[in-house]
């Protein structure tokens, strides 16, 4: 592409450009017929925005709180793994663009920088995401270095007891680098005999994690826990009675289960069964500052972006990462302006319309 990209969604092609095809097929695709990694994005354009007039949009405050630290705008950074494949500065260049847009980024728990490099490397609000191995102890080890290394969150991400089937890993016999977070803890080298060491999660996870263990995390960290990877209101109204401080509703990238719901049409039961107990941020599918605008008007708090970081950090590095926040968070503001909220908080429900609910001209 000759000229800067405009919108995010072009950040997508420069990254195919530079990526061997093998790591751009890691982070673009999804499981199996990859129905519901079209439909994160597709069912967006399902929902409409219903624009109020004559409102004094002079001034757009797009700042928001989350667990009580501020960001300047509800746009966060979803744990993704692996960024030293899209660039040698890894997760520290995700990082310092996060510090630099003055929002939260999620660290992976397959990270290739470790817990420690990452928080070095500038001051900022953090959160750690966290699987859980059939060794706990392992587990629990990462927890502890977060906690120490100042991380504000553990988000345990509860959708993987298998790892998915993505067909273009298997078919590319993705290898991943040794994760610096296991050095002297765990192996995640594969025996020879293996295609790829993505068997090593397959073989690592605990498939017996349930709600009881939520109790288990509780015991090992002081740490507020966010659950991801709730779709359905049953999950997040046991989420809420187990005592988690906030849900994320994902469908893992739609990396995991294909064929489950778009994230974004998930959010409205989620929220409704939450009732505003917790906090319920958003994840899946976000190419525009109109779907960040839509997912808060559907009861989000925050939405986390994850392939755009990726795309943005493959195309250009750091800035490239900030350019991608930067994008979602102008389109943003234009769209609050133009349909008449001067904050964040004035997003509400009334704003939009799903595809279940008949035009309010033929009421």
Same mark, same amino acid.
């Given at each position: 592409m000759a000229s800067e990209p405009v919108s995010v969604k072009e950040f997508q092609e420069l990254a195919r450009q530079v990526l061997p095809k093998m790591h751009y097929d890691f982070y673009a695709g999804g499981a199996e017929?990859?129905?519901?990694?079209?439909?994160?994005?597709?069912?967006?354009?399902?929902?409409?925005?219903?624009?109020?007039i004559l409102i004094d949009v002079s001034h757009i405050d797009l700042s928001t709180t989350i667990l009580g630290?501020?960001?300047?705008?509800?746009?966060?950074?979803?744990?993704?793994?692996?960024?030293?494949?899209?660039?040698?500065?890894?997760?520290?260049?995700?990082?310092?663009?996060?510090?630099?847009?003055?929002?939260?980024?999620?660290?992976?728990?397959?990270?290739?920088?470790?817990?420690?490099? #990452?928080?070095?490397c500038c001051n900022a609000v953090r959160f750690f995401q966290l699987y859980v191995f059939k060794s706990r102890e392992v587990s629990a080890r990462l927890v502890q270095r977060a906690e120490r290394n100042g991380y504000k969150a553990i988000v345990l991400t509860v959708d993987l007891p298998r790892l998915g089937?993505?067909?273009?890993?298997?078919?590319?016999?993705?290898?991943?680098?040794?994760?610096?977070?296991?050095?002297? #803890?765990?192996?995640?080298?594969?025996?020879?005999?293996?295609?790829?060491?993505?068997?090593?999660?397959?073989?690592a996870l605990d498939s017996s994690l349930c709600w009881k263990d939520i109790n288990w995390l509780r015991?090992?960290?002081?740490l507020p826990i966010l659950i991801k990877g709730v779709l359905v209101p049953e999950d997040a109204i046991k989420a809420v009675e187990v005592g988690?401080?906030?849900?994320? #509703?994902?469908?893992?990238?739609?990396?995991?289960?294909?064929?489950?719901?778009?994230?974004?049409?998930?959010?409205?039961?989620?929220?409704s069964a939450v009732g505003g107990k917790v906090p319920v941020l958003f994840d899946g599918g976000v190419r525009r500052g109109t779907d960040v605008f839509k997912?808060?008007?559907?009861?989000?708090?925050? #939405?986390?972006?994850?392939?755009?970081?990726?795309?943005?950090l493959a195309a250009?590095?750091?800035?490239?990462?900030?350019?991608?926040?930067?994008?979602?968070?102008?389109?943003?503001?234009?769209?609050?302006?133009?349909?008449?909220?001067?904050?964040?908080k004035d997003?509400?429900?009334?704003?939009?319309?799903?595809?279940?609910?008949r035009p309010l001209s033929m009421l």
């Open positions: 017929d990859e129905h519901t990694l079209r439909e994160n994005v597709e069912a967006f354009s399902r929902i409409t925005i219903r624009p109020r630290y501020n960001i300047s705008a509800p746009i966060m950074i979803a744990p993704t793994g692996m960024h030293k494949l899209a660039h040698p500065e890894g997760e520290i260049a995700t990082a310092k663009a996060a510090a630099a847009c003055k929002t939260i980024m999620v660290l992976s728990f397959s990270s290739t920088c470790t817990i420690e490099e #990452v928080a070095s089937r993505r067909e273009a890993d298997i078919k590319n016999k993705l290898v991943k680098p040794q994760l610096k977070n296991f050095d002297a #803890v765990i192996s995640t080298e594969v025996s020879s005999d293996e295609r790829s060491n993505l068997q090593f999660f397959s073989r015991s090992i960290t002081k988690v401080d906030g849900i994320i #509703v994902s469908n893992h990238g739609a990396r995991q289960l294909d064929y489950t719901p778009a994230s974004i049409s998930a959010l409205d039961e989620v929220v997912a808060l008007a559907l009861g989000a708090q925050a #939405v986390l972006i994850g392939r755009p970081v990726i795309f943005g250009k590095g750091e800035y490239g990462v900030k350019q991608v926040i930067q994008m979602l968070s102008d389109e943003l503001e234009l769209t609050m302006a133009l349909a008449g909220c001067p904050s964040v997003i509400n429900r009334s704003h939009v319309r799903t595809k279940h609910q």
